[in-house]
């Protein structure tokens, strides 16, 4: 069982006043410092970085607390990544799901939401590094099914408006894995209102084995989303080989598309791609204005994400905000 990753955290010793001698120099002469014991250095409280742990103060001051503190150096990478992703799956409040809504371009009404994951846990690092720790880890599927555990959850607790799907981040190589097939075992919402949204971190090498891991979700009502459409040829041989009723386009190809003739040649084709198969095309990434009115007048027929049209939140009631309301940037799971 991995340790807490606050196990090799120092705590401070002492409170004193900061001034010429003290051992770093931290903080301004006359203002309070604390004495890190372990190293002797002072800790500036308005520089260093803390973390209240059952009502403790721990800290870590300079490079080789910090170090010590993430195992910089002293322990394997596996080791490190392993207590700090343990730390969340010990204490799952810590994985807090967020809904961003999914709205079509055509009638401006909610079509769907996509659940995000939010980390409360030290370090503080994106959405996409706590995944890649827990891909060092081996790690990855049971933080993976605590993501998807905690948004059907939520969605238990006040299920999406009536109309709309959930999609939920999968990596197509866990859908056999019991611990996926446990979060995914009884969910509180019909199965017919999740979506499984395949991500394009590993490369599938046997799509008939990947389409029998599929079988039993779609014969209880799952549908299926290819995520990251148009990034490269893996997502493209996902949609042919695999059928899904949802085709989500890369937000790099969505950013920045007003001005670029290419990237709106690709988005048309494959929106009348999408037409022809039976899929709904998603494109994600729709942060700006212009953005979003370039693709209103190039397809009808499409569904839109981003902070052009909503920001994630913790709630339904509050996930679809007004237009354009953007404050900050969307860490996505990887969920």
């Not at 010429?20 to 250095?41: E, F, K, R």
């Not at 910089?72 to 961003?100: C, H, K, M, N, S």
């Not at 049971?142 to 799907?165: M, S, V």
Request: with cysteine; hydrophobic share 40%; proline share 6%.
């Amino acid at each position: 069982m991995a340790t807490r990753a606050t196990d090799n955290v120092v705590t401070p010793s002492s409170v004193g006043v900061a001034n010429s001698d003290v051992p770093g120099g931290a903080g301004i002469v006359g203002q309070p410092v604390m004495i890190d014991p372990s190293c002797g250095m002072a800790v500036d409280p308005v520089r260093a970085i803390s973390h209240s742990q059952d009502g403790q103060l721990w800290c870590f001051c300079s490079r080789g607390c910090r170090d010590e503190f993430l195992g910089l150096g002293r322990v394997p990478e596996e080791r490190r990544a392993a207590e700090l992703v343990g730390r969340i799956l010990d204490a799952p409040e810590l994985l807090r799901p967020v809904f961003q809504p999914i709205v079509s371009i055509d009638t401006d009404r909610l079509a769907g939401y996509e659940a995000l994951a939010r980390f409360g846990a030290v370090p503080l690092q994106t959405t996409e590094a706590w995944f890649g720790l827990a891909d060092t880890a081996g790690l990855r599927v049971q933080l993976e099914a605590l993501a998807i555990h905690r948004a059907l959850r939520t969605a238990g607790k006040g299920p999406p408006p009536a109309g709309t799907f959930l999609s939920l981040n999968v990596s197509p190589l866990f859908l056999d894995d019991r611990r996926l097939e446990a979060a995914l075992g009884h969910p509180v919402i019909a199965p017919e209102r999740l979506v499984l949204e395949l991500t394009e971190r590993e490369q599938v090498a046997d799509y008939a084995a990947l389409r029998q891991a599929l079988s039993p979700y779609r014969a209880r009502g799952f549908r299926v989303a290819v995520d990251d459409a148009g990034a490269g040829y893996a997502s493209l041989r996902h949609i042919t080989e695999l059928g899904p009723e949802f085709i989500k386009l890369d937000a790099r190809l969505i950013s920045g598309l007003n001005g670029d003739r290419a990237r709106q040649a690709l988005v048309k084709a494959m929106a009348s791609f999408a037409i022809e198969t039976g899929a709904q095309l998603i494109a994600e990434g729709v942060e700006s204005q212009d953005d979003l009115k370039l693709l209103r007048g190039a397809t009808r027929s499409l569904l839109v994400q981003g902070y052009a049209v909503g920001r994630p939140r913790e709630s339904w009631a509050n996930a679809g905000d007004s237009a354009g309301s953007r404050g900050g940037h969307d860490e996505r799971l990887g969920a």
